[in-house]
């Protein structure tokens, strides 16, 4: 029964009062009216018991890998911010210039050393999607014009939904549904609340009519609805929420799906400027900009080169240009070269899972590239891309021990997002003054309740 207890504590994020309610108190005697109930005092001793074993239990695994990847973020809810900061009234002229690079140099020289810094992908993509396309707004003035217009028009949409409910039930009726709530901080919000639009007018639902019932200056034909269409179906912003879901993905997701994400992207966006838009030409412009300015850096990267050719359904088929892809295929082999001296390769047999179908589809039309000779790696281009990744130890252990090195990241934060998801319950406004080693406990245990401890 304690054990139920604090199970419901942990996994419900309860305040650790809660077992000392009256009520909660006066149902555990009904239950069962021999047993004592816990207090405070009691529930935290075990919760503390609890936390150490978990402790114990994720430091006893992580000794045993020898690859571990670690994504951070800063969360500051309620401005409570999990840095020291030491102030001084010391006289600005007594202070003394460091240069930083004098103290990277010396960093590397010793024995520990910071991992390679790589930006949230997923972060840098809202940035152009939101940043950079806005851009095509300066550039292109017919542009601007009908955007602003379409835009002002929706925004009035969702504006009126969320201030009354009459007319959200309004909307409902109207168009079966409500319209998506926009948030600022995730431009794909607003790519939803656009693509519900559009749906709508796909459907052929008046929306003249609930834009007049509402007050808001209907959408003007052709050119308006027009542009929604050219928006959002499969031509220049669809692509980029695509692309978006796919870094932000919480299973299954490696650091070498970055660059094959990208290709996709910029070949989407080029294919479809190249065909002709009517409307949305500036923001291709602008995007493909944005894409260039805030990813050159990492297209040509050895180790996200090599991730990705590590996975099954990419290999080398994503790289048109002739001479980045023998730039990988020897990246690889230089890394094997290192780890075939502590690992023996052993042949298996092979086994195929079911493709997955989503944003890559089969967009690089690459021949799979052929390595000649009877070696792992030559075995490794020959399987089918949806080569099941469970199989790579057993079929490929020098490709897995190397695919562990540069594959164990991931490129978007967003799994520390939605750690602290599970935080922002634990850490609620009513409980403001929760000290910080009582939060770490339950949102440890909570967050880990799947895994076995004593």
């Known amino acids: 029964l304690d054990r139920l207890v604090e199970d419901f504590v942990i996994n419900a994020t309860q305040p650790f009062s809660v077992v000392e309610e009256p009520s909660f108190v006066k149902l555990l005697k009904a239950t069962a009216p021999d047993r004592n109930v816990l207090t405070r005092p009691m529930l935290m001793t075990r919760l503390k018991a609890r936390f150490d074993a978990l402790k114990d239990s994720l430091r006893s695994t992580f000794q045993k890998l020898q690859f571990v990847a670690v994504t951070a973020d800063f969360w500051t809810r309620f401005h409570r911010i999990y840095v020291e900061e030491e102030a001084n ?4 002229e007594n202070c ?10 010396s ?3 010793g024995r520990h ?3 390679p810094h790589h930006r949230c992908s997923a972060h840098t993509l809202n940035l152009i999607a939101t940043v950079d396309a806005a851009r095509a707004e300066a550039v292109d003035q017919e542009y601007s014009t009908i955007k602003q217009s379409v835009f002002t028009k929706c925004q009035k949409l969702w504006n009126k939904q969320g201030l009354s409910a009459q007319v959200a039930d309004l909307i409902k009726d109207h168009c079966g549904v ?5 948030n600022v901080t995730r431009w794909n919000s607003t790519f939803k609340v656009m ?9 052929g639902t008046d929306l003249d009519v609930l834009f007049c019932k509402l007050g808001i200056p209907r959408l003007l034909p052709p050119h308006e609805p027009n542009f929604i269409r050219e928006y959002c179906r499969l031509q220049v912003m669809e692509p980029v929420c695509c692309a978006l879901n796919a870094l932000q993905g919480d299973n299954h997701i490696h650091s070498g799906y970055l660059l094959p994400t990208l290709d996709v992207l910029i070949r989407k966006i080029e294919y479809e400027k190249m065909a002709g838009l009517r409307y949305c030409g500036p923001l291709a412009v602008s995007l493909l900009a944005g894409i260039h300015k805030r990813f050159d850096n990492v297209m040509n990267q050895k180790d996200l080169l090599v991730a990705a050719t590590l996975l099954v359904r990419f290999k080398l088929s994503w790289i048109s240009d002739e001479v980045k892809r ?5 990246a690889v082999k230089s890394e094997l070269t290192v780890s075939s001296r502590l690992v023996e390769s052993p042949a298996s047999p092979l086994k195929a899972n079911a493709a997955e179908e989503d944003f890559f589809g089969n967009p690089f039309g690459n021949e799979c590239t052929s390595v000649s000779g009877d070696d792992e790696l030559s075995r490794y281009f020959l399987v089918p891309h949806n080569f099941a990744l469970t199989e790579l130890k057993s079929s490929f252990p020098l490709m897995h021990k190397l695919f562990l090195k540069v594959n164990m990241a991931v490129p978007s934060s967003a799994s520390v997002e939605r750690l602290f998801s599970v935080g922002a319950d634990v850490f609620t406004k009513k409980r403001g003054r929760m000290s910080d080693a009582n ?3 339950q949102l440890l245990l909570k967050y880990n309740s799947g895994v076995c401890f004593v």
């Not at 693509?195 to 459907?203: D, G, K, S, W």
């Open 195 to 203: 693509e519900a639009i559009n749906t709508f007018l796909e459907r």
């Open 178 to 182: 409500y319209v998506p709530r926009r």
């Open 89 to 92: 009234d010391e006289d600005e």
């Open 326 to 330: 023998n730039a990988a295929l020897a």
């Open 439 to 441: 939060f770490e406990i």
């Open 107 to 109: 960093v590397e020289e």
């Open 96 to 105: 003394q210039p460091v240069h930083l690079c004098s103290l990277i140099d």
């Open 113 to 115: 050393r910071l991992p």
